[in-house]
């Protein structure tokens, strides 16, 4: 099967500049998520969608980062303005009943 | 914050054992133990889950302690490719909604 689809797998801009990343599941998972990895450590939830719903959000800086996934599929997450902070890899996942399946991820540079 | 301790890092001469060591001593009845991995530039992977029982697939082995406070994963004959950030994570089995918490995992160095 297909895996989780990512893009673009690098971006480079400058601070207050805005950036979008763009996530296609894996076909028929309800649940995507949204991680951020800051270099040297685990990833960290985002953002939970089940189906087109938010599940959690709590860990999102709403200030500056917005998500959506308008038909239960595919899902955007937006930064703006960006700050220099926000440099990490950005990582999509999607679940079946068993386990979580990660994309390769969005590798963002804030400079 | 992560519910499990693992060494930073971790040595392992190439076609040897690797085991790496999980500590999760405040596991509930009902968590699991997952292990992921996760290969530099790649998102991370799924390797081996288990509750109390040992439990072996095609990439490895999980021995989980009688208490289930630690657990080990193992991979018997570790190769270059198996360079990685091991995660070990606690969580209810069969919620597959639910996020999964990564401490910082254990950098394995497999050397020839």
């Known amino acids: 099967e297909a895996g989780v689809a990512q893009s673009p797998r690098y971006k480079i801009i400058e601070k207050r500049q805005s950036v979008a990343f763009w996530c296609n599941p894996i076909?028929?998972?309800?649940?995507l998520y949204w991680y951020q990895q800051i270099l040297g450590q685990g990833p960290k939830l985002l953002i939970q969608?089940?189906?087109?719903?938010?599940?959690?959000d709590s860990q999102l800086p709403k200030d500056r980062f917005s998500a959506e996934r308008l038909k239960g599929v595919d899902s955007t997450l937006k930064i703006q303005p960006a700050k220099l902070e926000d440099s990490a890899v950005y990582l999509c996942?999607?679940?079946?009943?068993?386990?979580?399946?990660f994309g390769p991820g969005t590798r963002l540079t804030v400079l | 914050d992560a519910k499990t301790t693992q060494p930073p890092s971790m040595d392992c001469a190439e076609g040897r054992a690797a085991n790496l060591p999980c500590n999760h001593s405040t596991i509930s009845g009902n968590e699991y133990v997952y292990w992921y991995r996760q290969i530099h530039s790649q998102g991370p992977q799924y390797i081996i889950h288990g509750l109390k029982n040992n439990e072996t697939n095609e990439m490895a082995s999980l021995i989980i302690t009688e208490d289930r406070k630690s657990s080990t994963l193992i991979l018997p004959h570790a190769t270059l490719r198996d360079t990685a950030v091991y995660y070990c994570?606690?969580?209810?089995?069969?919620?597959?909604?639910?996020?999964?918490?990564f401490g910082k995992g254990t950098t394995l160095s497999v050397s020839s």
């Open positions: 076909s028929g998972h309800a649940t």
């Open positions: 996942a999607s679940s079946s009943v068993l386990e979580q399946f």
């Open positions: 969608f089940q189906n087109n719903g938010v599940v959690d």
């Open positions: 994570i606690v969580r209810v089995a069969g919620q597959a909604g639910t996020a999964l918490i």
